[in-house]
T-cell receptor, first 113, second 112 residues
Framework: EAGVVQSPRYKIIEKKQPVAFWCNPI?????LYWYLQNLGQGPELLIR????????DSQLPKDRFSAERLKGVDSTLKIQPAELGDSAVYLCASSFQGNTEAFFGQGTRLTVV | QKEVEQNSGPLSVPEGAIASLNCTYSDRGSQSFFWYRQYSGKSPELIMF????GDKEDGRFTAQLNKASQYVSLLIRDSQPSDSATYLC????????????FGTGTSLTVIP
């Protein structure tokens, strides 16, 4: 069974440019998470979806970040415009339902220069 | 107060010893508890989960949960150099909408 797939693995962009990350969760998993992880820190939740509904986006900086999960499967996270402080690893995870074990993709390492 | 607290370490143990990793949480309504292993430059990998008080064993790993004291621990028996990684504790609670709260992780080094 395929795991959580994310792309791209690495992205380098100049500040003020837009960037998008894509995630394909494990088949059958209704819950999808986007996390941000800085070096030496634990993952921090940006947004959680239950099917196509964003049920927790309180930590998402909505002035520059947006996300969507059309049809309750794949998801895209966008940053526009990117800032230097956005440099981090962006992780996508999925679980069968909330409160059950979540599995992570390989992450996208974003560098904003 | 952070929802999930872990000692950042680093924790060093000799090969073959027992490594003990601890995690405390603040929300008494927490229901599900997870341990993830993260190698440098890699994404977190689930190694154990526990829902009920007591011990749960899986190979060399044992998770221990004490809801009254609000802590969960992970024991690694017969530690191997390949166990060297950062271990993340995660907790969820229904009253926070099942959000996964992660600790900052404990860095473990197993010395050959």
């Amino acid at each position: 069974e395929a795991g959580v797939v994310q792309s791209p693995r690495y992205k380098i962009i100049e500040k003020k440019q837009p960037v998008a990350f894509w995630c394909n969760p494990i088949s059958g998993h209704n819950t999808l998470y986007w996390y941000l992880q800085n070096l030496g820190q634990g993952p921090e939740l940006l947004i959680r979806y239950e099917n196509e509904e964003a049920v927790d986006d309180s930590q998402l900086p909505k002035d520059r970040f947006s996300a969507e999960r059309l049809k309750g499967v794949d998801s895209t996270l966008k940053i526009q415009p990117a800032e230097l402080g956005d440099s981090a690893v962006y992780l996508c995870a999925s679980s069968f339902q909330g409160n059950t074990e979540a599995f992570f993709g390989q992450g996208t390492r974003l560098t904003v220069v | 107060q952070k929802e999930v607290e872990q000692n950042s370490g680093p924790l060093s143990v000799p090969e073959g010893a027992i490594a003990s990793l601890n995690c405390t949480y603040s929300d008494r309504g927490s229901q599900s508890f997870f341990w993830y292993r993260q190698y440098s430059g890699k994404s977190p990998e689930l190694i154990m989960f526990i829902y009920s008080n007591g011990d749960k064993e899986d190979g060399r790993f044992t998770a221990q949960l004490n809801k009254a004291s609000q802590y969960v621990s992970l024991l690694i028996r017969d530690s191997q150099p390949s166990d060297s990684a950062t271990y993340l504790c995660a907790v969820t609670a229904m009253n926070t909408g099942n959000q996964f709260y992660f600790g900052t992780g404990t860095s473990l080094t197993v010395i050959p």
